[in-house]
């Protein structure tokens, strides 16, 4: 038996071992850059699907980072990667890694999630994944922007490259909001839950993913069309 097979046959598993996309992910390198509202939620539950997850950040935790973000008071003061890592291990048993602040030296892997909260961040990522993504089979760019109200998502693969460059503004050019309408847990959980949603379906190899999704809450709105 190998590896894989040995992950495979853990009990966390049990429920979902024989998914499509499951063997896909198991194992799977991947790098989340930025662990705040969004990055803190879908780093606990892709280690929930027994991937090695690589954490990019170097911000500490504020008490402000509570209402949005998975974090504990006890972890006020400390570095988010520091107390992500701790979180994966007590809930997941997986691995996990540390890895600071992500810049243009930084590795890469065929799975990136951006999830940044400014655009130049998010372009340093892409650039460095774009450099590389030729050297993989199945690479994909899963970018999170949230609101404190609505989220947008953009699933970014070889052939949507040029595509997804319209959408990489300048800092300068967004907008700032006031510190009171910034985030919200339950739907820093719902852009993470959509953003792995749309992982494993394209792992599965035989779904389709959407090059953009947009779900606005006061009116319950599913946008596709950026």
């Known amino acids: 038996m190998g590896l894989n097979d040995e992950l495979k046959e853990k009990s966390q598993f049990s429920r979902f071992k024989d998914v499509l996309w499951f063997d896909n992910i198991l194992d799977k390198k991947i790098i989340v850059a930025g662990i705040g509202g969004i990055g803190s939620w879908l780093s606990l539950l892709l280690s929930r699907l027994g991937c090695k997850i690589y954490l990019y950040d170097f911000d500490r935790i504020t008490p402000s980072n509570l209402g949005g973000q998975i974090f504990r008071t006890r972890d006020i003061g400390e570095y988010k990667t520091s107390v992500m890592r701790d979180i994966i291990s007590e809930f997941s048993n997986a691995y996990s890694i540390s890895m600071g602040k992500y810049t243009l030296k930084s590795p890469v892997t065929e799975i990136v999630f951006s999830c940044f909260d400014n655009m130049s961040g998010r372009k340093t990522l892409f650039d460095n994944w774009v450099k590389e993504s030729k050297n993989f089979d199945n690479p994909i760019f899963i970018d999170g922007r949230l609101l404190i109200e609505s989220w947008q998502i953009f699933c970014v693969t070889k052939d949507r490259i040029e595509q997804y460059r319209e959408f990489l503004f300048k800092d ?55």
């Open 172 to 226: 300068s050019e967004v907008e700032e909001l006031e510190c009171t309408m910034k985030q919200t847990s339950h739907y820093a959980a719902m852009i993470a839950s959509y953003m792995v949603a749309f992982l494993t379906n394209h792992l599965s190899e035989e779904r389709q993913v959407p090059f953009y999704y947009e779900y606005i809450g006061p009116c319950n709105l599913i946008n596709t069309n950026p």
